[in-house]
């Protein structure tokens, strides 16, 4: 029978974060989705002609015995993951704190790419897109120019508040501004919060790729390339494109088998085996988390939301406010993720293994075994509202009103050029 | 005496830190010079550094190298990761025309404050000067304001049509994320069996009780040792497991360890590199012993030492073996030529008054492939091996040598950007070589490195041949009895070669009549020794030799030691030797 903890409440996380606790670790057995024993596929990485597979292996010592284990997400595919969390519950209204995004939902053309986020841009608030949008309000300033802009340039890890204000997140994942107006001397934020999942037991297995065409045709039936329209095809010699009296056999860029069926994606497909990358079998997966303390406490915040310098007590007792809101969102993330399932990538879903709750330990600073909490979506939505409410009370308000940029008209005219040429087929440049 | 012990615990169940000297290996156990730096580190970035644990600092690193406890720890297979690039963009920064603003802002406020200071003063007619020159410097700066948003903006205004560049489209599209360009990383890392490292310093009980509690109040603020990844809660504490890693010279594990002055000296890279520049922790070399593995008595070292300075060939003909003592003694030429005058004794090997050095100088080796499955024999580079106790003056000017003919290479190939540029080595008949030296740190092929040829081992076989200090008489004779008593002769001479170098007697001696290692070249193969007919001609043999204790290398022997010939290799299961 598995135990139940009890909820992690806003005090015992408050104490933990003044420094009760060296880390917030969350440690979870996770199976596929399809049930144990199924395949799932990890990351593949370039391993070199010689190498015997195409993930990352460690033979690791558990409990005694050595154990194959295989990198399943890495950490800064984690930390995408749950920044992704964190977007979808900002975006469903389940968590309420500022997300700075750029909206392309008004340009012509390239609506479709929505919204991207300071959770979805890949170096967060210092972003080389954010550099190139503008403040939606006048359309006219640059994102580093306008007052949140140059807020976030002059912040330090020694006074912190302007990106506690306007992109939380950015001291939970960790952010270098090393591309911005201060060059490589740009502030650098440490990531608070390190996450991995890997497999343990993994067993490589292979993978097969054949197919039965459900047309039947037969694979030395000939196919030309069309008289009226090149890029077409056709079985028939009569409507083919002749060249010195001869039909001319239909090839495509990236498909094999010139003249044949299965240029056009029919026929039948020879089985192949892929053994370097046919995924694994595993016993269980693990997902480590760790919410780091020490780094939280290093952020300092020595001036309130409104500029107002604090006295050294007031300061003490904001900085444990300041520093519990962002612990309670992180952990937020990491109830989210669960909440939403781990799909990794193609055929690699992997859900919480049976009876296990989630628990979050408070590792004591000297060592030995923390006490262990539980948490709830819910609960870890009022916990982020207590903890931000907080905050504000010391002076440290989330900033509330949507933070929104527009690209530049020459960054959105150059994305539909691109887009343009990519779909008359001149863009090699452009190709992804 | 007591001991001060500091706790570290790898949170995640990994360390993420890679090895000083191999981009691609990660570092197991934690260095103590690591472990220091972490403790600056997190000191120095204090708003107010506190002076207590400054002291603390100071005092541990002048404490002798710690004891370890870490348990073995299994590595992760390397592999690169593609990182999101952040230099993308297509808007222009004008930070010119930025910084020319803020230089008007600054005139404009220096101006305001001399007109303050006039109508404190009550000169009125410095009062009048004054507002005329801010009111200059506040139109002069309207102006520039105006200027400078209107190049901005006209920047955020699209191409017109036909005007795009395939450089900006490309940078355009790359913004976006699924487009965003990538660079390969490599993350090396471990996972320790127990993710616990103790590290255990003897140190003073009034010492302990005077910096104990600051270094103990500093360690529970260290985020991270090693990559930002790699998240420790440390602490210090009371007792330690039995450590598992000793600090011993003989040792096999090489550990960076702080210096005595060690604060000092990160304080002074950090005021230079800003964490932006690329940097290499200033440290100290301390061996380290796995406690409990070695059971046998330690080895004894040879008279040449470790600090091998290597060139690796980079061009004209691959040679063989045979042309070792050609080469050394181009080698040897070349650095004469640039050395002082007259040269160190350390380099010609000769003493003042012209008579050979008695005492242990410079050898030139050729370092051949040999050993392997498919050994080649080819000569891979040379190295400069130093005798163990050398002269710190006379080394350096063995260095300064080397400097001042890459410097004349730098003139004549008329590159001054190049730390290791392309030597030449004029062989007469066998042709040029071209040397680049290996520089520290740089991963280089194994028969290049100091620890091929090192062991320790107990036995011992020519890679070249020996050249005998005294003619053994004819082994090759038809008599047996003639023969038998040259082959013992030659095994006596190579015996007191071996005392020579510093080495204890061997326990067993055989000259072996063909070639002992794959790849190795026969003894009648190579060309007469020394050169110069006029000399004594040696005989040159190839032998195995067992020692009765484990011996540390590198093992010269024979008259033709600083040429090149005589180098032994250490046998191991690894190395192919001839049956």
């Known amino acids: ?432 | 005496m007591k001991a001060l012990v500091l706790q570290l615990r790898y949170l995640t169940g990994r360390c993420v830190a890679t090895a000083y000297n191999d981009r691609d290996l990660a570092e197991w156990p934690p260095h103590p010079a690591r472990v220091y730096s972490a403790l600056v580190a997190t000191w120095a970035e204090e708003e107010v550094r506190d002076e207590a644990e400054r002291a603390a600092l100071e005092w541990l690193a002048k404490l002798a190298a710690p004891r370890i406890y870490a348990t073995g720890a299994s590595h992760r297979d390397v592999v690169p990761h593609f990182v999101p690039v952040n230099d993308a963009g297509v808007l222009g920064t004008f930070e010119r025309e930025r910084e020319r603003f803020r230089k008007l802002e600054d005139a404009l406020a220096v101006a305001k404050e001399a007109e303050a200071s006039a109508r404190r003063a009550g000169d009125e007619k410095g009062v009048t000067k004054a507002t005329k020159t801010v009111a200059k410097a506040e139109k002069v700066l309207a102006d520039e304001r105006v200027k400078v948003k209107g190049l901005i903006e006209d920047d955020q205004r699209p191409y017109s049509a036909g005007k795009h560049s395939g450089v900006s489209l490309k940078g355009a599209w790359a913004l976006l994320p699924e487009h965003r360009g990538r660079q390969p990383r490599s993350f090396p890392s471990v996972s320790p069996d127990d993710s616990r490292v103790f590290l255990r310093w003897t140190a003073t009980a009034d010492d302990l009780e005077q910096h104990g509690p600051a270094l103990g109040a500093l360690a529970t603020r260290v985020i991270r040792i090693g990559h930002s990844a790699s998240l420790v809660a440390c602490a210090v504490c009371d007792d330690c497991p039995t450590p598992t890693w000793e600090p011993r010279d003989d040792g096999d594990e090489v550990l960076r360890i702080p210096g005595p002055n060690q604060l000092e000296l990160l304080l002074e890279a950090h005021s230079r590199h800003q964490e932006i520049e690329p940097r290499v922790l200033p440290c100290r070399f301390q061996r380290y012993v796995r406690v409990g593995s070695r059971l046998q008595p330690a080895p004894v070292i040879s008279a040449f030492g470790d600090d091998w300075l290597v060139f690796r060939q980079v061009g004209g003909r691959r040679l063989a073996q045979t042309s070792c003592v050609e080469i050394a003694r181009a080698m040897r030429g070349a650095l004469l030529k640039h050395a002082d005058d007259p040269p160190p004794q350390l380099l010609s090997g000769h003493a003042a008054g012209g008579e050979q050095s008695e005492v242990p100088h410079l050898a030139i080796v050729p370092l051949p492939f040999v050993g392997h499955a498919h050994a080649t024999g080819d000569l891979l580079g040379v190295a400069l091996i130093l005798p163990r106790d050398s002269d710190a003056k006379e080394r350096q000017a063995v260095l300064r040598a080397i400097g001042l003919w890459e410097d004349a290479r730098r003139l004549e190939t008329d590159d001054d950007q190049v730390d290791t540029p392309p030597l030449m080595l004029v062989l007469g008949r066998a042709g040029e070589v071209v040397l680049e030296r290996v520089e520290w740190g740089t991963s280089a092929l194994r028969t290049l490195g100091p620890a091929t040829w090192r062991g320790p081992s107990h036995s011992w076989v020519t890679a070249t041949p020996i050249a005998l200090d005294r003619n053994p008489g004819n082994l090759y004779s038809r008599e047996p009895a003639e023969a038998a008593a040259a082959f013992e002769a030659a095994e006596r001479s190579i015996a007191t070669s071996c005392e020579r170098i510093g080495l204890p007697l061997p326990s067993y001696v055989q000259v072996h009549p063909s070639v002992p290692l794959v790849g190795a070249v026969k003894a009648r193969t190579y060309p007469p020794f020394p050169t110069d007919p006029k000399k004594h001609q040696r005989v040159k043999v190839h032998a195995r030799i067992e020692f009765p204790v484990p011996v540390a290398g590198p093992v010269l022997l024979g008259a033709g030691r600083y040429y090149g010939l005589g180098l032994c290799c250490p046998v191991s299961e690894k190395t192919r030797v001839q049956p």
Request: proline share 5%; aromatic share 6%; glycine share 10%.
């Open chain 1, 1 to 432: 029978m598995p135990t139940t903890h009890p909820e992690l409440t806003l005090d015992v996380l408050k104490h933990a974060v003044a420094g009760g606790a060296a880390a917030v670790r969350c440690v979870t057995r996770l199976q596929p989705a399809g049930g144990k024993g199924d395949k799932v596929f990890p990351p593949t990485y370039a391993t070199g002609e010689k190498a015997t597979t195409r993930y990352a292996f460690e033979d690791r010592r558990i409990d005694g015995t050595t154990v194959a284990t295989v990198l399943l997400d890495s950490v800064a595919s984690q930390a995408n993951r749950i920044e992704e969390s964190l977007q979808s519950a900002w975006d469903e209204e389940r968590l309420s704190f500022p997300v700075i995004t750029v909206d392309f939902g008004k340009e012509d053309k390239i609506a479709d790419l929505d919204t991207i986020s300071v959770l979805q841009a890949p170096h967060r608030i210092a972003d080389a897109l954010l550099r190139d949008s503008l403040d939606a309000a006048d359309g006219k300033t640059r994102f580093r120019d306008t007052k949140i802009g140059r807020a976030y340039t002059d912040a330090t890890v020694k006074n912190a508040t302007a990106v506690f204000t306007y992109c939380p997140t950015a001291l939970i994942f960790g952010v270098w501004d090393s591309t911005g107006p201060k060059g490589g001397l740009g502030s650098k934020f440490q990531r608070a919060l390190v996450s991995e999942i890997i497999g343990v037991g993994a067993a490589p297995g292979v993978k097969t790729a054949s197919r039965l065409d459900p047309a039947g045709i037969q694979a030395n039936v000939p196919v030309y390339h069309g008289k009226d329209n090149a890029e077409d095809w056709t079985a028939n010699e009569e409507l083919a494109l002749k060249k010195n009296g001869k039909a001319v056999a239909f090839s495509r860029k990236g498909s094999e088998g010139k003249g044949k069926p299965s240029a056009v994606n029919h026929s039948n497909i020879a089985p192949s085996i892929e053994d370097k990358a046919g995924g694994v079998t595993i016993d269980y997966a693990l997902q480590t988390t760790v919410l780091s303390l020490p780094a939280l406490r290093k952020l300092r915040f020595p001036s309130d939301g409104s500029g107002k310098t604090l006295d050294a007590k007031a300061r003490m007792e904001a900085e444990t406010s300041v520093r519990t809101a962002l612990a309670a969102l992180a952990l937020a993330g990491i109830v989210e993720q669960r909440t939403r399932g781990y799909d990794l990538r193609s055929r690699s879903l992997l859900v919480p293994e049976d009876g296990q709750p989630l628990n979050f330990e408070l590792v004591p600073a000297d060592g030995g075994d923390g006490e262990r909490y539980s948490l709830t979506t819910a609960g870890a939505s009022e916990l982020v509202r207590a903890a931000a409410t907080g905050a504000a009370t010391a002076g440290f308000v989330w900033e509330r009103t949507p933070i929104k940029l527009v690209p530049a008209a020459k960054l959105a005219d150059l994305i539909r050029e691109s887009r343009r040429r990519a779909a008359e087929g001149e863009g090699e440049e452009v190709s992804e």
